[in-house]
């Protein structure tokens, strides 16, 4: 091999020809060949494509390709795996956001949970108080009228329950301490009234007695006298 030959394939395995339409112009014969600028085609070092045996000149091109699509294919490349990076890179931020988000939601709906649950204990705690206490508190009369009744109940049920604890009362003995039905007895018609003793001994002749045992046995049973309330309009008792 000449030694001409030997620095076509050098170029062609290590540089680009610069002007390719030249090339093809020249491979081709055409009429492209031989424009007016007379550019002739030169490898990257400067050879000129002429001083290439012509036989290799068609390498020389089809190695230039091939660096170019070389080239283009790692571009591609470099770009879908950037791409690809910053997909997951958003999936990663929204999956972090999206589990922040459920842990806040969860945290809220735990101190809500306790809250109300120490709202109802404070209100328990509260209406245990009022009806814990002594019926003794009370001053003992030979009777009471309806008005004396509601008014030692107004003191010991709670404000936001006399309503409820009332309509129970109207429905069951119309205020009436002594009323009896059988053996129910007294204002919440306990079954039977013997029931209301462990309260206090006097549940026959207190109305503070069986008010407090009236409490107690709706807030044990239906958690309020609302609640019993509630149960006593689906069912005409409680």
Known sequence: MSPIS?????????????TVGAVVGVAAAGPAAASSDNVEATAA???????????QQA????ASLTQQADAQSAQASAAAKKSAEEAARLRAAQDAKAKKSAADKSK???EKADKDAKARDLETQTASRSASRSSSTFQVQSSYSVSDVQAIA???IPADQFQCFSNIVNNESSWNYRAT???????????PGSKMSTVGSDWQTNPATQIKWGLNYMNE???SPCGAWSYWQAHDSY
Request: proline share 2%.
């Open 6 to 18: 030997v620095r076509g394939f050098a170029v062609a395995s290590a540089t680009a020809v610069t």
């Open 45 to 55: 070092d400067g050879t000129l494509l002429a001083d290439i045996p012509a036989g």
């Open 59 to 62: 390498q020389v091109q089809t």
């Open 108 to 110: 809220a709906d735990k």
């Open 154 to 156: 107004r003191q010991i």
């Open 181 to 191: 039905n059988g053996t129910a007895y007294g204002l919440v018609q306990a079954l």
């Open 221 to 223: 049973r239906y958690g």
